[in-house]
């Protein structure tokens, strides 16, 4: 049950982060770095740190592109 409740706080914290950026690129580079690294986080406290970098990759990636910059903004990414 506690890796449930643990699983499920990782992917909401991804998901409130993934868009970043004004660009629909933008944030879904950002979103599938920030995905990548809970996901990775998230992956190694179940035994699957690889699986689950890939999966919160693809998500974040999928959430920051499916964003507009009006519903998350955090501002100019640090790579412009």
Do not use: F, H, Y
């Not at 998901?15 to 660009?23: K, Y």
């Amino acid at each position: 049950m506690k890796r449930i409740i643990l699983a499920t706080t990782i992917v909401l914290s991804a998901l409130s982060l993934a868009a970043c950026g004004n660009t629909t690129g933008d944030r879904a580079i950002s979103g599938g770095g920030i995905g990548a690294g809970v996901g990775l986080v998230g992956g190694a406290l179940m035994g699957a740190p690889v699986e689950g970098a890939l999966i919160g990759g693809a998500v974040g990636a999928g959430t920051g592109a499916l964003t507009k910059p009006n519903q998350v903004d955090l501002g100019k990414p640090i790579w412009k």
